[in-house]
Every structure is written in structure tokens, then in C-alpha cells.
């Protein structure tokens, strides 16, 4: 039996990837490398010792899904494929929805003709927005306040809906913050253009491609002034992957899971540990507030410790460690 992995050369879907296959599982890429590049395959080719099968083509085009199904024993979904950027939600926000829709629409209709039994969303905990109390659980209510947490909000709903008219089971997968990559430092996050989010700076910083941190606001109403966050380690999170598509939860379900530590960890705090694994200074400016930030999140896991079976396993300095070491790789400008 196969798995269709969408945006499976992405950041998540990579290391999902490498998940599927060291449990034996045959795996068959998607991407359309608009967000990815094509070194990531050969890594992958390498790192899971396989032949991995790989189509270039959008999510969307439901010729190329017709004919991965018909050629492959395809029996479940994993669909990673999405625009992911908020702020550039916000600009383009036709765009967003154009593209993250079409693609779950079009792979649930092919689910449901071909009778392929699961499908796991790549969902967000941004579907939460700033309505969340702490820590946020699955029922929580879903207030997104950026057209890319709208689309995740919409995509969840249309595979509830597709699944309760059919036998599909469907698991919908809500991240809080992943960093991180794979410990050998063959694959992690390569951000297309400048990174936005706390690790990736911090780590360059740290690199010595960028000269400081600004940190957002340290006026918040929390012990350091800092703002809180659940950091996830990239192969927890591809771990929580295999467990949702193993779950027997039952036909016509769908069931939303928060991916998370349980653990929140300040602006502060992430830098310190920073400095600490890589033994670098990580020079500092406090700014004002970055506009829409959320001042504390954090997840409520136990219903994927209950229902799936699965906890994260690895703590932050970890996190740090495996993101530092890739980035060290990817990088020839440090010995
Ligand atoms: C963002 C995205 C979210 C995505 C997540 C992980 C938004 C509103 N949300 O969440 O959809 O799932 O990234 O990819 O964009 N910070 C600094 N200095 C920096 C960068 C960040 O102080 O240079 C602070 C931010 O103010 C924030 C915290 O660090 O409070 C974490 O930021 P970030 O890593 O961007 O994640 P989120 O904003 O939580």
C-alpha cells in the first residue's frame, strides 16, 4: 500500500517523508517545487535508502492525481501542498484561497471516487487565532484572523464534510511552532528568501549572516515580557504524521489534533538556549510589537497522547541542535 505525500519536498512533508519510509511504507511524492528545491529529493533518496518516487505537478491538477492513483496502490493522503505565509495571505489573499482550496477539494474528490480510505491535513494551530484560551485544545473555537488561517479553517471543513458522506477517515493536523530538522543534517527548512520566524533568525544570527535579533516586544504580560510559543521538533511532528495515518478512528470521521509539546518557551529563553548549543553570542535588539502576534500559545495534547498514541519526544536544545547542524551544512561560509 502507498501513501501520496503532497508538498512531500517541502519542510514538514520531507521529513514526514522520512518517517513513512523507515516504517516500510511506500511513498509517492507530489510537488510542484514551487517552495522547494530539487536537492531536497536526493537527500531524501539517500536518507531513506529508496527509489523514492517522485511526480512534478500541482496538488490541484487532477489529471496527475488520476494518473499517480491509477498507476500506484494509493490507500491514504498526506496533503502538505499549501501556501503558507500569513503576511502574504493578507496581500494576496485570492491567491490563498485559489490555491490551498482547489488542492484539497480536487485530492478529496479523487479520495472519494477512488475509495482511498485516509487523508491527513497539514492543518495549523493559526485556525485558533487570538481566540485561544491556554493551553488551546482541539475545542477550542476557531477564530483565524489572516486569510491563510481562513483557508486551513476551510480546508478542515471541507474533509469533515467529505468524510461524513463517505468511508473516508480523515485527520486533521493542527502544528503549533515546528523547527528543527532531521538530526543528520541532510534536510531541514530552507526558507525561499529572508526567514521571518524566531529560529531560523536566531540561527543566523548566530551564523553571523545577520548581525542581530530584533525581538518583537518584550512589554508583554508574561514573566520576561517576551512572547510564548510551543516549539515542535520537525521529526516529532513527522512522527504525529505516521500515528494520525495509523490511527483507527473509523470511517466517516474526522478528528482534529493538536501537534504541540504542551511546553510553552519565551523569546528569551529560546535565545539563551540558542547561544548555549551553539556556542555563540546572539546579539539582541528589542523592537516594537510585530503587528498580530498572539502574546502566549501553547497546545493541549493529550487528545493525540489518548487517540493516537503519540507525544513528543524531543525537547528544545534538540530542536536547536539538529537546526544548527543543518544549517552549518547547508552553509560553506562557516569551518
Ligand atoms: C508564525 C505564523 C504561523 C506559523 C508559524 C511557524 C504568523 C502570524 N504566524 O507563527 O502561521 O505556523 O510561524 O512557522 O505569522 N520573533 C521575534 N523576532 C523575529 C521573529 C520572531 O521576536 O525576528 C517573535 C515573534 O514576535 C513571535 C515569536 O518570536 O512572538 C515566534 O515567531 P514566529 O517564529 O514567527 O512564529 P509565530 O508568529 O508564532
Redesign the pocket.
Known sequence: MTTLVTGGAGYVGSHTVVALCATGREVVILDDFSNAKHGVVDALRALTRTQLDVVEADAADRVAIDQICRSRNIDSIIHFAAH?S??ESILEPLRYYRNNLASTLTLAEAALERGIARFVLSS???VYGKAAELPVTETSPLAPE?P??ATKQMCERILADASADSRLQSVLLR?F??VGAHPSGDIGEIPLGEP????P?VMEVALGTRSK?????DDYNTPDG??I?DYIHVMDLAEGHVAALEANLGSHSSRAFNLGTGVGTS?HEVVRAASEVTQREIPFDVVG??P???SE?WADCRRAATELGWSAQRELKQMLGDHWRFLRRQSRRVP
Open positions: 503558507k500569513v503576511p495549523s494551530a493559526v489572516s491563510y488561517g502544528y511552532n515546528p521571518q520566524n524566531l529560529v533568525v535579533l530584533q525581538i518583537f516586544g517576551t512572547t510559543r523569546v510589537r510585530r498580530g502576534d498572539l500559545s
